[in-house]
């Protein structure tokens, strides 16, 4: 068995130090219950960028680039220390952790941001590495298209993970993609919630046989701080709830197990016995003896993408 937490709490909004320093004490938390496994939800460093479905589709354009630059100064640098405290934690309390952020592209022109979601392993290293691929409607003004370099499940000591960020889950053959790498715990971090988004969780319990993990945002108003641009326009109510989590934990076949955790905070355990996968795939194992590769295949290119190339 497998023991999980999922962190359904607000982030220290556009505040990477301080968010950081707040999932490092949750992950002790987590870790004194007993913890193995420890989710974070979608951009949860330094907060999704919820603004984006307020503010008018190609307007707004001087108040999108104020609150973009202070932004792109909280996002995550993997090539630096960022991430070393939750490293150092991971380490610690020998236990896995999930977490998405808005990560700054280090490599080429440096100012690009993309929807990343990073796996670290007991030891404190970094297993894996995703970005979204394709980012949903107003999120391609705030984040680049990632590849399939990071489209990976990955062994840990509580099971074979692999993670889709939000609309992702949606995308067949990237499901596909994990099911075929036999994922036992398939994480979805995201900003989706209500009773929709959990039946198709649901669906991927039943097409993947597998453990589904929902990782709500929840953000209120109050949440917001006071000098966030334009706040009173945004967020006039300042008790609204943005974002309600429905974090929940669904198990193979569809039956929800844990959750849905609804308009609050706090952390949703969940024990997990992975055995249950392979037990589930015994009639229909849709990358397995269910397959027809003399009929379909999937080819994914998992190669990083470059504009440039130097020899």
């Known amino acids: 068995m497998t023991k999980l937490a999922i962190i359904q709490k607000a982030p220290v909004f556009l505040n990477k130090e301080k968010t950081i320093e707040s999932a490092v ?31 008018r589709p190609g307007g707004d354009y001087a108040l999108s680039s104020e609150i973009h630059s202070r932004l792109l100064n909280n996002a995550v640098s993997i090539e630096s220390d960022d991430l070393n405290p ?31 979601v990073v796996t670290i392993g007991p030891a404190g290293t970094l297993l894996n590495h995703h970005r979204k ?13 990632g590849d399939a370099s990071g489209l990976k499940v990955v062994d840990t000591p509580g099971g ?23 994922v036992e ?31 709500g945002n929840v953000l209120r108003a109050e949440n917001i701080p ?3 641009p334009e706040k009173t326009m945004l967020y006039p109510d300042n008790d609204e709830w943005i974002n309600q989590g429905d974090s929940v934990v669904i198990a193979p076949g569809g039956e929800i197990v844990a959750g849905p955790m609804r308009n609050e905070e706090g952390i949703l355990y969940c024990d997990v016995d992975c055995a249950r ?21 999937l080819h994914v290119n998992t190669k990083p993408q470059s504009p440039v190339k130097f020899d």
């Open 277 to 297: 996968v392979a037990e589930s795939k015994r009639a229909f194992d849709v990358a397995g003896h269910y397959s027809r590769p003399d009929i379909f295949t």
């Open 86 to 116: 939750l490293y150092a934690a991971a380490k610690e309390h020998k236990l896995t952790i999930v977490c998405g952020m808005h990560e700054r592209d280090s490599q080429l022109s440096r100012a690009t941001l993309y929807n990343t």
């Open 25 to 55: 004490n949750l992950v002790k938390e987590a870790a004194t219950s007993g913890a193995e496994l420890v989710i974070f939800t979608e951009a949860f460093i330094p907060g999704y960028p919820a603004w984006i479905w307020r503010l």
């Open 185 to 215: 715990i398939y994480i979805a971090p995201t900003y989706d919630s209500g009773d929709d988004w959990i039946g198709s969780l649901q669906h991927i319990a039943r097409e993947g046989c597998c453990w589904v993990v929902g990782s």
């Open 226 to 228: 006071d000098d966030f």
């Open 133 to 145: 691929l394709m980012p949903t409607n107003p999120e391609r003004m705030v984040w680049g298209f």
């Open 160 to 182: 074979r993970i692999g993670a889709l960020l939000c609309w992702e889950n949606y995308m067949p053959l990237a499901r596909y993609a994990l099911y075929s790498q036999g």
